[in-house]
């Protein structure tokens, strides 16, 4: 079992950054993928960015490219999502999540309760 959460959401200008944190426990979370969707006001849940366990292989989606950095420290058990040069429509509940593969999909076994992220224009 692994347990997620997520912080770092807030309110900030477009333009601006955050990073969002997601703390893991249980066990053996270095084995895990890691992912972070997030799912805006009447949309569905999208994928953002992903990592492989030992972080060497990345995926994005083309909407963060260039924008957005994920990365983890195994030795915190805590994964995270620099998000830079913000735009309003990155506002969204973002979520964290875990699963034996990198996958780009939602097919992940463990998930956070979410963080909010607010641009405002």
């Known amino acids: 079992q692994v347990q997620l959460v997520e912080s770092g959401g807030g309110l900030v200008q477009a333009g601006g950054s955050l990073r969002l944190s997601c703390a893991a426990s249980?066990?053996?979370?270095?084995?895990?993928?890691m992912a972070w969707f997030r799912q805006a006001p009447g949309k569905e849940r999208e994928f953002v960015a992903a990592?492989?366990?030992?972080?060497?292989?990345?995926f994005y989606a083309d909407s963060v490219k260039g924008r957005f950095t994920i990365s983890r420290d195994n030795a915190k058990n805590t994964v995270y999502l620099q998000m830079n040069s913000l735009k309003p429509e990155d506002t969204a509940v973002y979520y964290c999540?875990?699963?034996?593969?990198?996958?780009?999909?939602?097919?992940?076994?463990?998930w956070g309760q979410g963080t909010q992220v607010t641009v405002s224009s």
């Open positions: 999540a875990a699963g034996p593969y990198v996958l780009t999909t939602d097919n992940y076994n463990y």
């Open positions: 249980g066990r053996s979370f270095s084995n895990y993928a």
């Open positions: 990592l492989s366990w030992s972080g060497g292989t990345t």
